[in-house]
């Protein structure tokens, strides 16, 4: 058992050893160019279209920010909607594990409505040259 325990622990510590190895032998080459996003997108666009993928009026952004703002809504709704049956509810379990699952799936839709708004922005922001 003790042998097999050490040997266990040293496979684990020569795992790290040879991948930094493996760096010191063969290092990393960095290409002798580098093209930004944006480079790829000038040289890829024709003579007639917009400069910017987003446009002058940002309708990607304002296209998500609405529809991630009717799911909040319509998820804020399901709980308030969540908690009446709860409330009204009169101790029967099946009623109440009903309300408990619309309560949790209606937050689960509040931070997925968060996340995804956080996550898209922060995606426009990066690739969308303002």
Excluded: C
């Amino acid at each position: 058992m003790k042998k097999t325990i050490k040997t266990l622990l040293t496979g684990l510590l020569a795992v790290p050893v040879l991948a930094l190895g493996v760096n010191l032998i063969s290092p990393v080459v960095q290409p002798t160019f580098a093209l930004t996003i944006q480079d790829g997108a000038d040289s890829a666009k024709s003579d007639d279209q917009a400069a910017s993928l987003d446009g002058n009026d940002g309708v990607f952004r304002t296209i998500t920010n609405i529809a991630l703002y009717v799911i909040g809504a319509i998820s804020v709704l399901m709980l308030i909607y969540g908690g009446i049956r709860y409330t009204i509810s009169g101790g029967d379990t099946a009623a109440v594990t009903a309300a408990k699952n619309t309560i949790l799936y209606a937050i689960v839709g509040i931070v997925v409505a968060l996340l995804a708004y956080a996550i898209v922005n922060f995606v426009i922001t990066r690739l969308i040259p303002q």
